[in-house]
């Protein structure tokens, strides 16, 4: 069902335009987990077209492997045999764990009924996990389920994983990620797993505090022009009408 819906609803252009930024974003971010975790295998959970996979095995992690609808088929950047059609709003499990799951601006395409499975989903297959989700008013192509960090985390902890808010702060700035990226990016952490919990712990930060609700200045700017242009748009036929009529009565 959610493969044929999808299929309706992301055009050849939605992926087209995509494409461009997710690559760059992948590129300057993956480096930095590939720092923080030293993994050697990857899942991405809703990868789309595969172009953070596409990155990762650039990299020079080969042991990779994304999941998603069976409509990202025919839009992949990476091989067949590295894709797994799954619906990602139903449990799975895909026989193996991984060193680093990864989920990028996912979470808020499926509906909210469905957000405990999906990160059941994702804590499945790693005890490391690096999780970007639209935050509310962030806009897009059918979010249907945007909330604030502290619902994604809430939903992590209730499965022993906790959350580490420290690398959104590093690249907050950098413009050369998409900016949804530098807002929603948290990473969690299986409590059950110490020696990766002390890791994460050496690069943790002072506040603010974890899964921070937080907007990007780019974001609220971007929105609030959308705003002030609808609203221009409704108000200018009005005022229109009403200097004509001050005309005639001139």
């Known amino acids: 069902m959610r493969g044929t819906i999808l299929s309706n609803v992301y055009s050849a252009q939605f992926f087209d335009d ?6 760059r974003s992948a590129a300057i971010i993956l480096p930095y987990l ?22 990762a095995m650039s990299l020079g992690l080969h042991d990779c492997f994304g999941v998603d609808g069976a409509w990202a088929r025919p839009v992949l950047s990476v091989p067949q045999e590295v894709f797994g059609a799954c619906d990602l709003s ?9 060193d680093l799951a990864i989920s990028m601006e996912v979470g808020e395409h499926l509906a909210a009924e469905c957000a405990d499975t999906f990160v059941g989903n994702i804590t499945r297959h790693a005890d490391a996990v690096v999780f970007s989700a639209a935050a509310p008013f962030q806009g897009g192509v059918h979010h249907v389920n945007e909330q604030w960090p502290s619902y994604w985390a809430e939903k992590f ?9 420290f690398l959104r702060w590093r690249i907050w700035n950098d413009r050369r990620i998409a900016v949804w990226y530098r807002q ?16 994460l ?17 780019e974001i609220w700017h971007a929105v609030m022009n959308s705003k002030s242009l609808r609203l221009q748009r409704l108000v200018s036929p009005a005022l229109q009408s009403v200097r004509a009529l001050l005309r005639k009565r001139v």
């Open 157 to 165: 902890a209730q499965r022993g994983y906790r959350c580490f808010d």
């Open 184 to 199: 929603n990016l948290l990473i969690f952490a299986n409590r059950g797993n110490p020696d990766l919990i002390r890791r």
């Open 18 to 23: 995509q494409r461009g930024g997710s690559l």
């Open 90 to 98: 139903a449990p799975f499990d895909i026989g193996r764990t991984f």
């Open 34 to 55: 590939v720092q923080i975790f030293e993994p050697t295998s990857l899942l991405d959970v809703g990868c789309g077209q595969g172009t953070w996979l596409k990155s």
């Open 201 to 217: 712990e050496a690069y943790e930060v002072e506040p603010p505090p974890a899964a921070a609700a937080v907007i990007h200045p």
